[in-house]
């Protein structure tokens, strides 16, 4: 295992973010198509008639821009200061899955126990990600 496998999983995550945004605009269209909503309904975020269904997609997207972000920069500081385990590694594809599968129940069926259930577990990878760095980082 090189320092750089710790990269896979950042990419897996930062495609399947620009999946979901590819579902944005494409809600949005439809919802245009249908009459249901303006240009105006986007002129400051969402307003209140834009139907539930072309609200998901979008915080999905806000969704996968959030805590990630942690994500991403334990990976890259692991990268940087060359503390890539096996178990970090482990830990970083968990977590990509975990935010997949929330992203799937979101746009899917929607169950909010679900839904929290499993981000919840992706917050709980990400901040064992971020004990681990620290703990190996502040024992140098």
């Known amino acids: 295992?090189?320092?750089?496998?710790?990269?896979?999983?950042?990419?897996?995550?930062?495609?399947?973010?620009?999946?979901?945004?590819?579902?944005?605009?494409?809600?949005?269209?439809?919802?245009?198509?249908r009459g249901e909503v303006d240009f105006d309904d986007f002129k400051y975020g969402e307003s209140p008639r834009v139907p539930t269904a072309t609200r998901v997609p979008n915080r999905v997207f806000m969704n996968l821009l959030e805590v990630p972000v942690l994500f991403y920069l334990a990976c890259l500081v692991a990268v940087i200061t060359q503390h890539v385990t096996p178990t970090l590694l482990m830990l970083a594809?968990?977590?990509?899955?975990?935010?997949?599968?929330?992203?799937?129940?979101?746009?899917?069926?929607?169950?909010?126990?679900?839904?929290?259930?499993?981000?919840?577990?992706?917050?709980?990878?990400?901040?064992?990600?971020?004990?681990?760095?620290?703990?190996?980082?502040?024992?140098?």
């Open 1 to 33: 295992m090189t320092t750089h496998t710790i990269l896979q999983p950042m990419a897996v995550l930062a495609l399947w973010t620009l999946l979901v945004l590819l579902l944005v605009p494409i809600a949005r269209f439809k919802a245009g198509a």
């Open 93 to 140: 594809w968990a977590y990509v899955a975990l935010r997949v599968l929330h992203s799937v129940i979101y746009l899917g069926y929607n169950h909010v126990p679900h839904r929290l259930t499993v981000f919840a577990l992706s917050n709980v990878v990400a901040a064992v990600m971020w004990c681990l760095l620290l703990a190996r980082l502040w024992a140098l």
